[in-house]
């Protein structure tokens, strides 16, 4: 059985989502473990020696970065080899379809609440919100919204208000079907 679910993040705010969120999807015995480095490059320079020296038993672990503007299968791929090289074969790697910030815009309801600002709601009815995965980029258009928008302050007030089922972003949805098999097996 998994007691240790490790994540290898890209970056500091997708720990603070995971903080987050992961209460209301890991069973109790699960404990959750962040490795954040500097950028996707930075992940990826050191996720075999990284994944290597790990030495807690029973441990699973989970890749997650931003796609930007590379191509979702090649990512995966890239890291997926990466943690077979490191002796994790079974490691998962999520591809973040473009920004941790689609997960976000997938849910203005929770935009809203965490801003304190109802009326931000209502952009979950405009068409480009409906698919927040083909959106370039989420970050630009949350953004545009709340000008003073940060991704750690924003990851941090948004992400304890995001509806786990009404979400729109189909890569956040993948992601907690992924968390929920994990923490199962």
Request: aromatic share 8%; proline share 6%; with cysteine.
């Amino acid at each position: 059985m998994i007691e240790n679910l490790v994540f290898f993040l890209e970056e500091p705010s997708a720990r603070d989502f995971l903080e987050a969120i992961l209460p209301r999807v890991l069973p109790a015995q699960i404990t959750p473990h962040f490795l954040v480095f500097e950028g996707k490059q930075d992940l990826e320079k050191q996720l075999i020696r990284r994944m290597k020296r790990w030495l807690r038993p029973n441990s699973r672990f989970v890749v997650m970065r931003d796609q930007d503007s590379g191509d979702c299968q090649v990512i995966k791929a890239r890291l997926l080899n990466l943690c077979a090289t490191a002796g994790q074969p079974q490691a998962t790697a999520r591809i973040v379809c473009k920004e941790l910030e689609t997960f976000f815009v997938g849910d203005w309801a929770a935009i809203a609440a965490g801003y304190n600002q109802p009326k931000l709601a209502a952009h979950a009815k405009k068409a480009k919100f409906r698919a927040p995965d083909l959106l370039g980029s989420p970050s630009t258009e949350i953004k545009r919204i709340i000008p003073a928008y940060q991704k750690r302050e924003g990851a941090r007030t948004i992400s304890p208000h995001l509806d786990l089922v009404r979400n729109q972003s189909s890569s956040f949805r993948v992601l907690l079907r992924t968390l929920t098999e994990v923490a199962h097996v």
